[in-house]
T-cell receptor
Framework: NAGVTQTPKFQVLKTGQSMTLQCAQDMNHNSMYWYRQDPGMGLRLIYYSASEGTTDKGEVPNGYNVSRLNKREFSLRLESAAPSQTSVYFC????????????FGPGTRLTVT | SQQGEEDPQALSIQEGENATMNCSYKTSINNLQWYRQNSGRGLVHLILIRSNEREKHSGRLRVTLDTSKKSSSLLITASRAADTASYFCATAGGFYNQGGKLIFGQGTELSVKP
């Protein structure tokens, strides 16, 4: 099993460009999450999907949109990138309420110039 | 807003010594989890302690939870150079925490010198 995979690993965008970060998990997990990690800030939740067909805002959703394409895939879209969105983005998944730990992907390092 | 505050922000010890990291949080929780992050990598789950538990062990890890003080500590015994990483606490909220959201602390950067 690959676990949680993310593409791309690195990306440089110019201000105003758009892009989609892809995430997939092969563990048949119900819930999926997108976080951003900035120096000294820990991880902050952008959006999450508690189950296939539902998405909800997290702590810092402005400037982002998400799609839960199916049970495996959860994508994050930046419609008009801004320098403040320079960050490392992590996708994670969780099995269910009993097995509460989250499994993380390797991250996407995004720079917006 | 960040739920957890971790202390210290950075810790440097010698191999074989014990490392203790502390986490404080603000609201009621269902459970508290600790994760490790090696440089440039994703987070890896280490241990979960539920709100009705006071202490939990896993290998060289010992976690305590004091819900009256809203604090937790992670102890790594007999540390190794391979333990060098950042360690994060994360809290899962109470009964109404739909979707199993976690709120992360800012992390403790541990350096274990051989």
């Amino acid at each position: 099993n690959a676990g949680v995979t993310q593409t791309p690993k690195f990306q440089v965008l110019k201000t105003g460009q758009s892009m989609t970060l892809q995430c997939a998990q092969d563990m048949n997990h119900n819930s999926m999450y997108w976080y951003r990690q900035d120096p000294g800030m820990g991880l902050r939740l952008i959006y999450y999907s508690a189950s296939e067909g539902t998405t909800d805002k997290g702590e810092v959703p402005n400037g982002y949109n998400v799609s839960r394409l199916n049970k495996r895939e959860f994508s994050l879209r930046l419609e008009s990138a801004a320098p403040s969105q320079t960050s490392v983005y992590f996708c994670a998944s969780r099995a269910d309420l009993v097995n509460d730990e989250q499994y993380f992907g390797p991250g996407t390092r995004l720079t917006v110039t | 807003s960040q739920q957890g505050e971790e202390d210290p922000q950075a810790l440097s010890i010698q191999e074989g010594e014990n490392a203790t990291m502390n986490c404080s949080y603000k609201t009621s929780i269902n459970n508290l989890q600790w994760y490790r992050q090696n440089s440039g990598r994703g987070l890896v789950h280490l241990i979960l302690i539920r709100s009705n538990e006071r202490e939990k062990h896993s290998g060289r890890l010992r976690v305590t939870l004091d819900t009256s003080k809203k604090s937790s500590s992670l102890l790594i015994t007999a540390s190794r150079a391979a333990d060098t990483a950042s360690y994060f606490c994360a809290t899962a909220g109470g009964f109404y925490n739909q979707g199993g959201k976690l709120i992360f602390g800012q992390g403790t950067e541990l350096s274990v010198k051989p």
